[in-house]
């Protein structure tokens, strides 16, 4: 398999081995989608050899030598000089080489290895947060919810917590229930918010209580609202930030949140001001305000300073309630495998995004037709010509707070599938591009050590040779599922983060009483009943349990049969843990499925003095 100088490859390998030869059409639908107009041009911009150079300290392989004498600006400030090689005792860090010529190039001076600790060997809950609501809730699940799921499950003997990703949907109705299409990956959905635990919300008096009464009737129904939740929350943070703003003189610690975020703070808080006025998508908007940068942006930034500062205020808020929510046990965040073209960040960066594409996965035995996510990817040689400014600070975002860092789809630090929109033939038409994963890579190393914060490569689907062995020197964790593995858990690897199922996956439950082929054929989805059954027959043996056992026993069993496994990091979802039938998405469907959207049945209260869960979390306790 060969690869173009734009990363297009020739062909590729199937889940089953079949062999995949990417078109003359495909090839010219990916160009366009790069924007590269002169296919015959020698190179393509932001590739050139010592644009960007990663270095491992202590590591003998990594080449230090250099063609010309260079000043280096390092990341704290401070400059010094090399010539014939590179020095040895660079700190970590993003350094600037400067040659005499005035070309710049930038130097990612990155650990060999990720971090994880040496007693890292715990269990804990795969939650989706949104559906993990207390009787406190405003018909959602929020960040005192998590810090209250955390402290119980550190109770219980647990560990960490895995979440759904927290990131931030565009801040207008209708408002985008899955967590994997966001508008921003940087910056977190304020519907996540318990306003009760903002400055001030006592004042409010019975405008506080009367919206809160009305955010608590929400939770008597069990499907999620997410644009009434969205109105309540919105207009209690409305009045709240105008007595932030009237009482205060300022508040150092908003300040500082500020100056740390920077311009990517002020950016995202302009598109969400821009987005009220405009609408979600800014290749709508009036042309003076579709750029950052614009001077209408400019303009409409310095008329509207109050309604920026409101959701940077907003941003400023979760923040701090997930830290709270993090000081009780580790967090694992989830980075979503790209974005929405429509959003925030791909306002911001619109330059290095691809026009006319989407992200997905060729036909595989579990989806004959492929996949497409609908996710608009980077184009690899402008993300790197732009220093991969993006990707750090999309890492950079993720893994604060955070304890460890799942990465959906991690096999897209090597390649993504390319789908061109135009065409009809939807994934059958689609083709690998390649990106620098020796570069990617040493940034994940690097934010990963800096943040503390273990990293798990959700590695499902089809793996091309050698990554997961790229990945396990990285000292990145696997993501094995026990649905999907050949063997017994005994046999599962130590460097993986091991689970039953996932939220994509058919629950225990639904599995096991036949509730989810009944929920895919009474929505018109064509089931494989066959692999459906093969493995409830496998979930039978692994427990060793007779077909007509008791749910419960079912989950109780197979999880104590999941704790043989020598993994680091051991998960149960929480939706196990209380035998619910319904998946929370359904892959394939959109209006067919409630998807991210169905609360668990029981509130975090009743929960907490279940006998499921706590039975679930002494068959996961290992000796």
């Known amino acids: 398999m060969s690869t173009d100088r734009f990363g297009i490859t020739d062909r590729y390998h199937d889940a089953q081995g079949t062999e995949h030869v990417t078109t003359p059409e495909t090839r010219a639908a990916l160009l366009q989608a790069m924007g590269v107009a002169d296919q015959g041009e020698d190179a393509a ?13 202590g590591d003998a392989h990594s080449d230090r030598s250099l063609a010309a004498p260079v000043e280096l600006q390092l990341e704290d400030g401070s400059s010094r000089t090399a010539d014939g090689a590179l020095p040895e005792d660079l700190p970590l860090g993003y350094h600037r080489l400067r040659a005499r010529d005035g070309r710049e190039s930038l130097l990612i001076v990155a650990p060999a290895a990720c971090h994880l600790p040496d007693d890292l060997k715990t269990w804990g809950w795969a939650a989706q947060v949104y559906a993990a609501r207390s009787r406190g809730s405003w018909g959602i699940g929020d960040l005192a919810d998590l810090a209250r799921l955390g402290k119980w499950t550190r109770g219980l003997g647990a560990g960490v917590v895995m979440v759904n990703p927290l990131s931030a949907p565009t801040p207008v109705p209708l408002v985008e229930p899955s967590p994997y299409y966001p508008s921003s990956r940087r910056f977190r959905n304020p519907l996540y918010l318990r306003l009760e635990d903002v400055p001030g919300f006592a004042a409010l008096g019975a405008d506080g209580a009367r919206l809160a009464n009305a955010g608590r009737a929400l939770n008597r129904d069990r499907r999620i609202d997410r644009d009434a939740v969205f109105r309540l929350k919105m207009e209690a943070l ?3 930030y105008a007595s932030f703003v009237d009482t205060s003189g300022g508040d150092a610690g908003f300040d500082w949140y500020r100056a740390g975020q920077g311009d990517a703070l002020t950016d995202f808080a302009t598109y969400c001001a821009l987005a009220e006025r405009h609408g979600k998508d800014w290749r709508r908007w009036p042309p003076d305000v579709r750029r950052p940068d614009a001077a209408g942006t400019r303009a409409f930034r310095d008329a509207n300073a109050s309604r920026v500062q409101f959701h940077a205020w907003v941003q400023w808020l979760v923040d701090g309630q997930l830290a709270t929510a993090a000081k009780e046990i580790a967090l694992v965040g ?13 306002w911001c960066w619109q330059e290095l995004m691809a026009d006319g594409v989407s992200v997905g996965a060729p036909p595989d035995e579990f989806s004959a037709t492929g996949q497409d996510w609908g996710l608009t990817p980077f184009v690899p040689h402008r993300l790197r010509a732009a220093g991969y400014r993006p990707f750090i600070e999309t890492i950079r975002a993720m893994v604060t707070h955070m304890g460890g860092l799942r990465i959906d789809h991690v096999m ?14 939807g994934a059958k038409g689609g083709a690998y591009v390649r990106t620098r994963a020796d570069e990617l890579l040493a940034i994940v190393a690097l934010e990963s050590v800096r943040a503390r914060a273990f990293i798990v490569g959700e590695d499902l689907g089809t793996v091309e040779d050698g990554v997961r062995e790229r990945l396990a020197a990285q000292k990145m964790l ?15 690897p130590e460097l993986a983060l091991s689970s039953v199922t996932t939220h994509d996956l058919a629950t225990l439950a639904g599995l096991w009483s036949g509730s989810d082929v009944a929920d895919q054929k009474r929505i018109g989805l064509h089931v494989n009943e066959a692999g459906m059954q093969s493995l409830r027959d496998k979930i039978a ?3 060793g349990l007779p077909n007509d056992a008791p749910v419960d ?10 704790a043989k496994a020598p993994s680091r990091v051991l998960l149960a ?9 319904e998946r929370p998405n359904m892959p394939g469907t959109v209006l067919e499925w409630p998807n991210w959207s169905l609360a668990l049945p029981q509130t975090l209260e009743d929960i907490e003095t279940a006998p499921l869960p706590r039975a679930l979390a002494k068959a996961l306790t290992r000796k």
């Open 478 to 492: 696997s993501y094995r599922l026990l649905y999907f593995e050949p063997g017994a858990p005994k046999d599962f």
């Open 238 to 240: 409305d009045k709240l």
């Open 412 to 425: 897209g630090l090597f390649r993504l599938f390319w789908i061109p929109r135009a065409g009809g033939q």
């Open 553 to 562: 026993d079912v989950i109780i069993k197979t999880h104590a049969a999941l």
């Open 573 to 581: 979802t929480l939706d196990d843990a209380l035998a619910v039938p």
């Open 334 to 346: 989830d980075l979503p495998i790209g974005i929405d073209v429509a959003g925030a960040d791909a």
């Open 45 to 57: 911009p932001g590739t050139a050899d010592g644009d960007v150079r990663v270095l491992a300290p």
């Open 541 to 543: 043996t692994t427990a």
